[in-house]
């Protein structure tokens, strides 16, 4: 997204509204329509804006990415196109409107390219895990992924990323700190791994402290767009909130089974063949977990990124579901859901002592990097 571009900051609507018509103003944004000297798009915000575009004003073309504009080609207006990304640069006649005197453009087909040569390169050359040792002075932690213990290794040049607290999607994740990372934190690694599979060299890590729910559902408020769920393990109630990026699926009942049946240690290789290739990201296997629990948990993340989107309203109180939710601060009752799956009554039946053998992983590679750097 433009955010990524530290020269170009991009300002938020309210911001907009409070400058003064004459002040110079930015907004990024997708383009929704073109017409002869005038471009319509939304913000990140989803508010409307009208831009017009002056005779003489700067349209240039940089690649995703890009952090400057000496990579920037000079472009037409018309070269623009319906989805491409925008951040325009002018003075506000309103608060929704703007004349530009110069326009920068990333094409949304360079950006989907990019977003799939990164995705792939999730899949290819990143893993994910629990946190459960932190060495700062030699910038060394310690992951446990599917059931193994792997060191990751930083450097001055790793690129860390966190989820602030109440966020769900992954290109959510603002810049972070190595300082920032706490043992239990889900993180999410990508680099080279070393022959053994027991260690990688960071280039990129995103991390987040995510609450794993398993439980039944006290209630439902579809208008509210918010449940509570008493978690088995804890016998505490959540709130928890739906935001249209929250992932709502429903495990299907033969899945479902096989899967209790992999909990229960009964059946070693159901989990992973019925997961299909690709989709998540990562295991949300527990510290201390088997090898087998593990990879189930991370075959079933798998899963559920390729079932359909479910709402609110196919939610039901008394049914079982499985959560993992971002909390909006510290030691708070109140989450927002990641993904929420129900369902799953068979799986939690065969721990009916509430400690759950798999758990879902927070991190989707269908959203990550979304924006390509703009």
């Not at 300002?11 to 018509?21: D, G, I, K, N, S």
């Not at 070269?79 to 309103?94: K, N, Q, Y």
């Not at 087909?109 to 002075?137: C, F, H, M, T, Y």
């Not at 290789?269 to 977990?289: E, I, K, N, Q, T």
Request: hydrophobic content about 40%; charged content about 20%; aromatic content about 2%.
């Amino acid at each position: 997204m433009f955010s990524a571009v530290p020269l170009l900051p991009a300002m938020t609507c309210a911001a907009l509204a409070q400058t003064a018509p004459t002040g110079p103003v930015r907004q990024i944004g997708t383009v929704k329509t073109v017409t002869p000297n005038k471009l319509n798009i939304t913000t990140d915000a989803g508010v409307a804006i009208s831009v017009s575009v002056v005779d003489g004003a700067k349209v240039l073309q940089i690649p995703p990415g890009s952090t400057d504009l000496k990579s920037a080609q000079v472009i037409a207006l018309g070269d623009i196109e319906m989805g491409d990304r925008v951040l325009v640069t002018g003075h506000a006649d309103a608060p929704d409107a703007i004349t530009a005197s110069r326009v920068i453009l990333m094409k949304s087909s360079d950006i989907a390219q990019k977003r799939a040569a990164e995705q792939e390169d999730w899949q290819k050359r990143g893993l994910g895990g629990l946190v459960s040792a932190i060495d700062a002075p030699t910038g060394t932690l310690t992951i446990t992924s599917r059931g193994k213990k792997i060191s990751v290794q930083t450097t001055p040049a790793t690129v860390y990323k966190r989820y602030t607290d109440g966020s769900v999607k992954f290109e959510d994740a603002a810049p972070g700190t190595l300082g920032q990372i706490q043992a239990g934190d889900q993180l999410r690694v990508r680099g080279a791994k070393s022959d053994d599979g027991t260690s990688i060299k960071a280039e990129e890590i995103v991390s987040g402290s995510f609450k794993n729910l398993a439980g039944t559902i006290v209630s439902v408020d579809a208008t509210a767009r918010t449940l509570t769920v008493k978690d088995l393990a804890t016998k505490k109630t959540y709130s928890i909130k739906v935001t249209p990026n929250s992932n709502l699926r429903a495990l299907p009942a033969e899945a479902a089974a096989r899967f209790a049946a992999r909990a229960k240690g009964g059946d070693a290789g159901v989990g992973a063949a019925s997961a299909p290739a690709g989709g998540g990201a990562g295991s949300g296997g527990r510290p201390g977990a088997g090898g087998g629990s593990a990879s189930a948990g991370g075959d079933l993340s798998q899963l559920v990124n390729r079932l359909p989107q479910g709402s609110v309203t196919d939610l039901h109180t008394g049914e079982a579901v499985m959560v993992v939710a971002s909390q909006e601060s510290e030691g708070s009752d109140t989450l927002t859901a990641v993904t929420l799956l129900s369902g799953v009554e068979p799986i939690l039946a065969a721990t009916p002592k509430g400690e759950a053998s798999m758990t879902l992983s927070p991190w989707s590679l269908e959203g990550a990097n979304e924006g390509g750097g703009m």
